[in-house]
């Protein structure tokens, strides 16, 4: 629950060291003296001075934020060095059609996974924005924020859950009095990605000084770059290769995959006389020219390649936000607020495609003289692939539509020399994604048995003359060319799914904090919390049938799997999500944190402080993957601590260090995903050197929650020096070290290394594949039927690391001056999980997208200057080091698979207004990528079969070149 009320002003606080100052170069206000203000640092709920924090803290100013990136608060946080692969702002990967929005801005710290990094609003956990758990930063207000409090060691002592990684906080001004105003608009160098905001807040104490009111409206709109309109991805980048000594990774350029042609490919059967020719114009055959192989792809030839994939996303935010304080008594505080944030987005991702459809040799849009030629050859049917471009049929696209409502109420007050609140948080989530267009497989299949009406002579679908109850108003489809389709035919066998994500979350919470009693050192500060909240999840979907009622093959004569005792057929939608009725989980914590003073005034050591907290929660979910089987409750606790001492060995030098143990508990979707079954022929069973069922369908796969989930259990521990010989100079230095085991991660049965570990004699791994007979049973007959994908308690996660800081503020020529700089060197985020090699993801780009992490060193260096009263420069430079392409040590690279270090500059120029509006109102030219720097091309041997789609840059590397914002800003 939240923190203690603050008052007063905030002292700046570094990323590595709390300096009790704010830089100018990430803030303008002027220096306080702990004395003279009272202090929650976040991180703690007893510590009342951010010099004697144990735990690694930075606290960042809103005019620091904006001075460097006026954008958005969270493009600003991703220039910390402590962030590591984050998602949001530019895509190097598109994604696939799923219910959670691949478009949110989700912040990683350590790169450990946005998951296990823990927000927080005004002290209180921001519940979960997606259906994987994940919460996007832009559901937070910023018109009103006054400052953001980053905590990079684990917390969960303090909040809970999550905090594996850190803590990032986001406070508002709650004494916010007058007007302001901000306007900006942006444009990239290329005229395009044009972008603008607008925004007003305002604030006023009202009833002679006991009540207050603000508020905030805030809008912005991105267009985007709907299109890789770079010249860097014209050469539709992908890493080749397999990563052995003979054949290692290599980065290759302007491949092209010949599965596909725009018009349509003939791949078989192998006695097909029209095998391998391409409909390269319409209803007219020509020979497929596959080009030089290179394993998947090839170099050259007719194959083809995705042409639409978005690098930013079309984006419309609308904020609101609403405060209302009120002072009882001088010892009685309430207060209420509420925020709304509405957050669209829209995205294009890869083409259509369709792969091996079988076509009737007689299909009515198949030109004669090829009907002739496959009946001589005696061929009945033959198979089909396609990929849509030119033609009527739209690339995949997807909308991202969510609504969030926050609602906070509260009383906080003193009894004797304790502190207390009482807080009620209400949030509730609806993610509306429209999968704008995917096949409806039943009508597809129909629509493509096209024949002659032997009555009217046109051409219909083959269920209209047998059952044309079956499929009403069927309109039959040609394929045979690059323009071929008809517009009704495309949208008979188009379907628009709908998934709507429900997220509701009450959480309440009491705080109680003050000195119970004194040491020979001083007075020990005691807090003790209590938190009941509830999450709840559903899911509903225009496709239901994915799991239960498959696709009802009756008077489809060709592409729908017929269902048989081993396989339930096809699903009615392709892309399908299955729904997930309402579950719930339920947590109640207590925990209690003490602050020790141990020595004060002593030689080598003016003062001496133990920071002490444990946290036990009880945690209580019901539901099952399972949809036709009872729920199933879940119970599991968890106990956290934490102890940390802070040593002022003398007013220069500060020792501290921490040791903590952190959990973060399974979300509800990675307990209760419900199981949706897909089928697929192309995963090999070890055992019995197949990849079909003995009944010769294809092979359940089922992908789902796991019940049995218990939560991740971190090991933390930081130790740190401040120096600070002089107010004009600090430096902070701090070491981390980070394991995490019972890791949750998804688990395949099908994997070569799940197969191995069952045969081997581990009864888990044989739980994710069932066959007829017995393990001992090594015949075709005793084939795998139904493979299981599930998230288990497998993996262990380490990373260990340095953060630096240094500040220096002084003049120059007589003129305020400042220098920050923030490094992190984090060598190694090693993953290891039973059965495979062991990944080190730091400085890795070819990792899977859950598992994105950076570079191994990233630094920013910001410099702040004053050369008149009107006019100030920022000016920034974010640095990352070299990166490489595999996470995997035994495989091999070339070294053009290397991602050299490369460095982005941002320039501010801030003018303050004359006249009237001396002192009120501001305007300024924000240039980022000053020197229009290039991204460094890459891309990820993991989407090797995708030219075009992915590949290009390395995330969190800027692509889209030098870009222009101007704003103004007025305050009264």
Not at 375 to 385: M, N
Not at 402 to 409: G, K, R
Not at 563 to 570: Q, V
Not at 642 to 669: C, E, F, Q
Request: net charge positive; aromatic share 10%; hydrophobic share 40%.
């Amino acid at each position: 629950m939240g923190m203690a009320s603050h008052k007063g002003l905030l002292l700046g606080v570094s990323l590595c060291a709390l300096t009790g100052i704010v830089d100018p170069a990430w803030g303008q206000e002027a220096p306080v003296k702990a004395a003279e203000a009272e202090i929650i640092v976040t991180g703690s709920r007893v510590i009342a001075n951010g010099n004697n924090s144990p735990i690694p803290v930075t606290v960042v100013t809103m005019e620091a934020l904006q001075a460097t990136k006026p954008s958005s608060v969270f493009d600003a946080l991703l220039d910390v060095p402590a962030f590591a692969g984050s998602r949001g702002g530019t895509q190097s990967s598109a994604s696939g059609n799923q219910a959670s929005s691949n478009q949110i801005n989700a912040l990683n710290l350590r790169g450990l996974g946005p998951v296990r990094t823990l927000l927080l609003y005004d002290g209180h956990r921001v519940p979960p924005t997606q259906l994987d758990g994940l919460v996007d930063a832009n559901i937070v207000p910023q018109m009103l924020l006054s400052r953001v409090d980053v905590v990079t060691g684990g917390a969960s002592a303090v909040y809970g859950s999550d905090a594996i990684g850190g803590v990032v906080n986001f406070i508002t001004d709650r004494k916010f009095k007058g007007v302001k105003l901000e306007m900006q608009r942006g444009i990239s160098q290329q005229g395009d990605a044009g972008t603008y905001r607008i925004g007003g807040a305002f604030g006023a104490n009202l009833f002679d000084g006991r009540g207050h009111f603000m508020a905030s409206f805030e809008s912005l709109h991105n267009d985007g770059l709907l299109a890789r309109q770079r010249p860097q991805f014209a050469g539709r980048w992908t890493v080749q290769g397999n990563g052995s000594q003979a054949n290692p990774f290599t980065l290759v350029s302007n491949l092209v995959n010949p599965a596909y042609t725009w018009g349509g490919k003939i791949t078989g059967p192998a006695t097909n006389p029209l095998l391998n020719t391409s409909f390269n114009s319409n209803g007219v055959l020509s020979p497929f020219v596959a080009g030089a192989k290179l394993g998947s792809l090839a170099s050259g030839g007719d194959g083809i390649w995705d042409t639409t994939p978005s690098l930013i996303p079309m984006t419309n935010q609308t904020q609101a936000y609403g405060r209302f304080d009120y002072d009882v008594s001088d010892a009685l505080h309430g207060y209420v607020s509420a925020a709304w944030t509405q957050d669209r987005a829209f995205n294009l991702y890869g083409n259509v495609n369709s792969q091996n459809l079988t076509i009737s040799a007689t299909n009515a849009f198949l030109p004669s003289a090829y009907q002739m030629q496959l009946a001589a050859a005696g061929i009945k049917t033959f198979t089909f692939s396609k990929k849509y471009a030119q033609g009527l049929v739209p690339p995949s696209n997807v909308n991202n539509n969510t609504s969030n409502v926050l609602i906070n109420i509260g009383l906080d007050g003193k009894i004797g020399g304790f502190k207390w609140d009482l807080g009620y948080v209400y949030n509730q989530v609806r993610l509306q994604t429209l999968s704008n267009y995917t096949f409806n497989n039943g009508r597809l299949a129909a629509a493509l048995d096209a024949v002659v009406d032997p009555f009217s002579g046109k051409t219909v679908c083959n269920v209209t003359l047998t059952n044309p109850g079956l499929y009403p108003g069927c309109v039959p489809i040609n394929v045979f060319g690059p323009s071929s389709e008809s517009q009704a035919a495309v949208d008979y066998v188009g379907s628009r799914g709908e998934f709507i994500t429900r997220l509701p979350s009450h959480d309440l919470g009491f705080n109680l904090a003050g000195s119970p009693f004194s040491t020979w050192a001083g007075p020990v500060q005691m807090a003790l919390s209590t938190e009941w909240r509830k999450q709840s999840l559903s899911l509903t979907s225009t496709s239901p049938t994915i799991d239960f009622a498959p696709l009802n093959c009756t008077g489809l004569r060709y592409n729908c799997v017929t269902p048989t005792a081993t396989n339930l057929g096809s699903p009615t939608y392709n892309g399908a999500v299955a729904p997930r009725p309402e579950v719930g989980m339920t947590v109640i914590e207590g925990a209690l944190e003490a602050n020790i003073p141990l020595l004060v005034d002593k030689p080598f050591a003016d003062a001496v402080n133990l920071n002490l907290a444990n946290r036990y929660a009880r945690y209580r979910a019901e539901g099952n993957p399972d949809l036709s089987a009872p729920a199933r409750v879940t119970r599991f606790n968890a106990y956290t601590w934490k102890a940390g001492l802070d040593w002022h060995v003398s007013k220069a030098l500060t020792l501290r260090g921490t040791h903590s143990r952190d959990i973060r508990a399974p979300n509800l979707y990675e307990l209760y995903q419900t199981n949706a079954v897909t089928f697929s022929n192309s995963n090999t069973d070890l055992l019995t050197n197949s990849n079909l069922t003995g009944a010769g369908g294809l092979v359940q796969v089922v992908n789902g929650g796991n019940v049995n989930l218990r939560p991740e259990v971190a090991s933390t521990t930081t130790l740190g020096l401040v120096f600070k010989p002089s107010a004009k100079f600090s430096l902070a230095l701090d070491y981390y070290h980070i394991k995490v085991s019972d890791y949750i991660t998804r688990i395949n049965g099908w994997d070569v290394a799940s197969q191995n570990a069952c045969y081997t004699g581990n009864a888990y791994f044989c739980s994710l594949q069932v066959r007829p007979g017995s393990l001992s049973d090594t015949s075709k007959a005793n084939a795998v039927t139904r493979w299981y994908s599930v998230p288990v308690n497998v993996a262990a996660l380490t990373t260990q690391g340095v953060d630096v800081e240094a500040n220096f503020r002084s003049t120059l020529v007589s003129k305020p001056f400042s220098l920050r700089a923030l490094v992190t060197y984090q060598p190694h985020i090693y993953f290891v999980q039973p059965g495979v090699n062991r990944q080190d993801f730091a400085g890795a780009v070819g990792a899977p997208a859950s598992y994105t992490a950076g570079a191994k060193f990233r630094a920013a260096i910001f410099a702040h200057f004053e050369p008149s009263e009107q006019w100030a420069l920022d000016w920034e430079t974010k640095i990352r080091g070299q990166m490489h392409q595999s996470p995997d040590a035994t495989l091999y690279a070339t070294p053009n698979t290397d991602v050299p270090a490369v460095a982005f500059s941002n320039l501010t120029i801030t003018a303050k207004l004359k006249g009237p509006l001396a002192g009120r109102a501001q305007m300024y030219l924000n240039i980022s990528n000053l020197f229009n720097q290039s991204a460094p091309i890459t891309a990820n041997y993991a989407d090797q079969g995708s030219p075009g789609l992915r590949g290009g840059f390395a995330l969190g590397d800027d692509p889209v070149g030098r870009y222009f914002r101007m704003g103004a800003r007025l305050r009264w």
